[in-house]
């Protein structure tokens, strides 16, 4: 009889939703069990749905999402020990109908073939899926022939940039120089996108393929996985890959009998968002203030500590030996026009099925969100997605029809960066969230250049200055101007990409810029200066829910006598309107 | 983290001498180092950055110019439960500027700061990666989702009571 294997996601996003019990309350009960087998595996994308719990018996797979102690008892005793599925729990099935299939369907999973799938902690489990077929077919190959093979399946830095990887890779082949550098850029730090930590987590075998396979492209002998130090789960997982990999002489010298030498370390990075830039993280890798330096020279011709260095994402590098290993041509033959394959996107904010998922390219914003993503939640009408983290743009109902692909998203003002893409609805203000990235953008600006340095501060300014409604029309010109002069006047792209989310919200939601500065109105009752909560004394049946919830007292009010907000102490945090039972509180 | 520890100078020393040891030779070690130091004392004390800059002859400005550079370094010891909320995009449409607000208000303290008592410390992050579950914190290496005000006032409560017992 074959076992009952049992898989529990157990990525960041997981443990946080609550699955680490889940496993430990299967291991209790069943760990004994010579016919169960429970493994912990990485993210497979429905994020939403977590605790995700699988289970593989007698050849067909069923997966459970919110998943509990008392839906796992459940399933336990009906379907693990007896073999009835729990019908009302199954989220995702190969024999039946189940309800997140056709999220599943919609998608092709390169970069996350095995993500979700595999024990990231066991290198045989890669193995048994093709793992590192990829590096030995190419070490077969001459390097050039690996190069060319990159360039002809039109694989692109998922990173942001979308430069071509064969060619980069060409041009530090080329370089002069004994010692090269391999980088895997792993220093995600666009908010809202969680792609690269996923691959990490749950397949870094992947990655470190990846580098083995550029490695012996462009000869180089060290690599270097340049890791943020808020994701310590990635940084453990990788740590027992490197060390398996080297067990079973993937790393190390002359690797498979090539005679190739290829070693990887890990370099913590240790919180600054413009490490993600390349020449700042080779200063980073380097020890020093992360800060940009001028290109030329290129990291492929003076590189970490002057050496010729080849810089990819981590999404990136996890394309590679499946491209290695299907061939260029199975490759390309997804995508349009100039941008090829897939791209991994991170669904967030607000939507109904947030996650992670995997499209090929040109497929419409529309599709993404509302077939593949479920569309928006509580009925609440689409207002805008956010493209590309603080560097991209954010993009109306109007521009839903755009293809993700590289160039199309460009014409839109925004960029596909790394992949983020936070759904707002109604309630969200457009000014405000400008606001936000601009606060961003201005604390983690490295202070080199004046533009970036100061401009953004100046462009802060101004936004709050709108957000608390003593805006004039005049600043919407200013804020404009500097968002031009800082484009042009910065050196890197932190600088060169920071105006990005305010000149897009002015382009396709000036009009509600101008609610702040000429009504002094925030349509999405968001900021707070603008708005005023009251009590409808007619509605209000006195129950005091209100006034218990408050966090600053300003509710007062006898029990089954109208209550009533005292505007001058009243914080605007909402919480009062949430909890009246008789929707009394209006937020005017 | 191992929390703060309050060592003499000779024992501190003997502390940075085992850290510094181990990179000494290293090109572009700094940052290692530093993480190194925080981990055993909970921050950076100035005398330890002076005692490194000594014995690797770099100038305690370079050193000190890396350390400020990085948000994860501290220059103040941390709350027994450093609380790290998420100020990420999904985490931002989804209100967690109220939980600030409110994790403010509950504290006593603002972003930033760390509680009389020493049990908590609050800092405001980029994105913590677990976008879907949003808005999220970390309390020590721990992250919870879906919070609202409430939700995480229980939360920082449970960790209270742990850290009484």
């Not at chain 1, 370390?265 to 020093?288: D, N, P, Q």
């Not at chain 1, 009009?511 to 909560?533: D, F, G, M, R, S």
């Not at chain 2, 006593?108 to 020493?118: A, P, Q, S, V, Y």
Request: aromatic residues 6%.
């Amino acid at each position: 009889m074959t076992k009952t294997v049992i898989k529990v996601g157990m990525a960041s996003c997981g443990i946080a939703a609550g699955a680490r019990p889940v496993y430990e309350y299967l291991l209790d009960k069943l760990g004994d069990r010579k016919d169960v087998e429970i493994k912990q595996v990485g993210c497979i994308g429905l994020c939403f749905r977590e605790p995700l719990v699988e289970v593989i018996k007698d050849g067909t797979r069923v997966m459970y999402g919110e998943v509990d102690i008392d839906s796992l008892e459940k399933i336990i005793e009906s379907h693990i020990l007896n073999g009835t599925p729990v019908e009302e729990k199954i989220i995702l099935s190969d024999s039946t109908e189940a309800p997140e299939n056709k999220t599943i369907d919609k998608q092709v999973r390169i970069v996350l073939r095995n993500t979700g799938i595999i024990d990231p902690t066991k290198i045989d489990e890669y193995l048994e899926r093709d793992g590192y077929k990829g590096l030995t077919k190419a070490l077969q190959m001459d390097p050039e022939a690996v190069i060319d093979e990159i360039l002809e399946s039109g694989l692109r830095g998922r990173g942001g940039a979308g430069f071509p990887t064969g060619l980069k890779w060409r041009f530090a082949r080329k370089a002069a120089g004994d010692e090269k550098y391999v980088v895997c850029n792993a220093d995600e730090g666009d908010p809202g996108a969680f792609m690269d930590r996923s691959v990490l987590e749950g397949d870094p075998h992947s990655v470190i393929e990846g580098m083995l396979i550029c490695g012996y492209a462009i000869g180089a002998k060290h690599g270097i996985i340049y890791c943020r130090a808020e994701y310590p789960l990635a940084i453990k997982h990788l740590n027992i890959a490197i060390e398996q990999a080297r067990e079973r002489g993937f790393l190390g010298k002359n690797i498979l009998g090539s005679g190739f030498d290829f070693d990887i370390y890990i370099k913590e990075g240790a919180g600054a968002f413009v490490c993600g830039e390349e020449t700042a993280l080779m200063a980073s890798i380097e020890g020093k203030r992360g800060m940009p330096r001028p290109r030329p020279p290129f990291p492929a011709n003076k590189g970490i500590f002057g050496k010729p260095t080849n810089i990819n994402n981590v999404e990136t590098l996890a394309n590679v030996a499946w491209i290695i290993l299907h061939g260029a041509s199975e490759f390309n033959k997804y995508g349009t026009g100039k941008s090829r394959g897939t791209k991994v996107f991170a669904l967030a904010g607000k939507i109904v099925k947030g996650g992670l998922v995997e499209v090929p390219m040109g497929m419409p914003l529309r599709e993404v969100i509302f077939d593949v993503g479920g569309g928006i939640p509580d009925g609440k009408e689409f207002k805008a997605v956010q493209l590309g983290g603080p560097s991209g743009g954010c993009l109306p109902a109007s521009e839903l029809d755009t293809p993700v692909d590289y160039e199309s998203i460009n014409a839109t003002g925004a960029i596909m960066g790394s992949g983020g893409m936070v759904v707002m609805d109604e309630d969200t203000c457009i000014v405000d969230v400008a606001k936000f990235f601009l606060s961003f953008v201005q604390s983690e600006s490295c202070g080199k250049c004046p533009f970036c340095r100061i401009g953004t501060k100046r462009m802060l300014e101004i936004l709050e200055r709108i957000c608390d409604g003593k805006g004039t029309p005049e600043d919407l010109d200013l804020l404009e101007d500097l968002a031009y002069k800082i484009k042009d006047g910065s050196l890197c792209g932190l600088g060169q990409t920071a105006p990005n989310p305010v000149l897009t919200t002015l382009k396709y939601f000036r009009h509600e810029y101008e609610a702040h500065v000429n009504e002094k109105k925030c349509p999405a009752k968001v900021c707070t200066n603008l708005i005023h909560y009251t009590i409808d004394p007619d509605t209000c049946i006195g129950c005091t829910k209100c006034s218990k919830v408050c966090p600053v007292g300003a509710i007062e009010g006898q029990i089954r006598q109208p209550h009533k907000i005292d505007d001058s102490v009243c914080v605007r945090c909402g919480q009062c309107k949430s909890v009246c039972p008789v929707k009394a509180i209006s937020v005017e | 983290m191992t929390g703060v520890v309050k060592e003499s100078t000779e024992e501190m020393q003997q502390v940075l001498d085992k850290i510094i040891e181990k990179y000494r030779g290293k090109p572009g070690s700094t940052i290692g180092i530093l993480s190194a130091i925080q981990e055993k004392f909970g921050y950076l004390p100035e005398e330890a950055m002076d005692y490194v800059s000594e014995s690797l002859n770099i100038p305690s400005a370079e050193i000190f110019g890396v350390a400020s550079f990085y948000s994860m370094f501290r220059f103040q010891p941390e709350g027994k439960y450093v609380v790290r909320l998420c100020r990420g995009t999904a985490c931002h449409v989804q209100g967690s500027w109220l939980v600030g607000e409110q994790l403010q208000r509950h504290l006593g303290i603002e972003e930033g700061g760390t509680t009389k008592d020493g049990l908590f410390s609050l800092h405001y992050v980029a994105c913590l990666g677990c976008c879907s579950l949003a808005p999220v914190m970390m309390v020590n290496g721990t992250v919870h989702g879906r919070l609202t005000p409430d939700k995480a006032v229980e939360v920082l409560e449970s960790y209270r009571r742990e850290g009484q017992e």
